[in-house]
T-cell receptor, first 117, second 112 residues
């Protein structure tokens, strides 16, 4: 159990376009999901905390107008990178917590490699 | 906020040797400390975790120790195998915020 699905796994786009990444909890309800960004050979940096039915909480230094997060249901959160530029190229990964059990454990999606040309 | 420091950044061992990775945290309210293994381009996988009411936990070749007073915790891998080669991350979680703060990662290489 506790499977988190993330799509797409990789995307290449032109500079200036927007890209949407989906994160789904397949067999549990997740009131809270987290979005991380990871550059090559670096750690996971938390971008924002996504709460179902409310606005996301962004970490310091993360532009909320550039990284739009929507958590419309208990099983789906989306991250939209708006007007992407080459510096946005990175590995984006979501995670979710099963609210009914194993409250502290985070389950990760498979990640999305974004390349902006 | 929480700050997690992880050392060493790279670790190279011979197959069969032990590997130890250490982390320190800054927030005394943090009470959950997981360790993740991440292979290139893949998702982090939880390999072991420990809560602040426990000092040590073991799962086969992997063990984690926690010193709450000193605010540090360590991952111990015994009888290392080439398949253990990966990047390992420690993390700490404060129950008030519910989010994980990760260490910088350790690249472990196990030579056959």
């Amino acid at each position: 159990g506790a499977v988190v699905s993330q799509h797409p796994s990789w995307v290449i786009c032109k500079s200036g376009t927007s890209v949407k990444i989906e994160c789904r909890s397949l067999d549990f309800q997740a009131t809270t999901m987290f979005w991380y960004r990871q550059f090559p050979k670096q750690s996971l940096m938390l971008m924002a905390t996504s709460n179902e039915g409310s606005k996301a909480t962004y970490e310091q230094g993360v532009e909320k107008d550039k990284f739009l997060i929507n958590h419309a249901s208990l099983t789906l959160s989306t991250l939209t990178v708006t007007s992407a530029h080459p510096e946005d190229s990175s590995f984006y990964i979501c995670s979710a917590r099963d609210r009914r059990r194993m409250r502290e454990k985070l389950f990760f999606g498979s990640g999305t490699q974004l390349s902006v040309l | 906020g929480e700050n997690v420091e992880q050392h060493p950044s790279t670790l190279s061992v011979q197959e069969g040797d032990s590997a130890v990775i250490k982390c320190t945290y800054s927030d005394s309210a943090s009470n959950y400390f997981p360790w993740y293994k991440q292979e290139l381009g893949k998702r982090p996988q939880l390999i072991i975790d420990i809560r602040s009411n426990v000092g040590e936990k073991k799962d086969q070749r992997i063990a984690v120790t926690l010193n709450k007073t000193a605010k540090h915790f360590s991952l111990h891998i015994t009888e290392t195998q080439p398949e253990d080669s990966a990047v390992y991350f420690c993390a700490a979680s404060n129950p008030s915020y519910g989010k994980l703060t990760f260490g910088q990662g350790t690249i472990l290489t196990v030579h056959p």
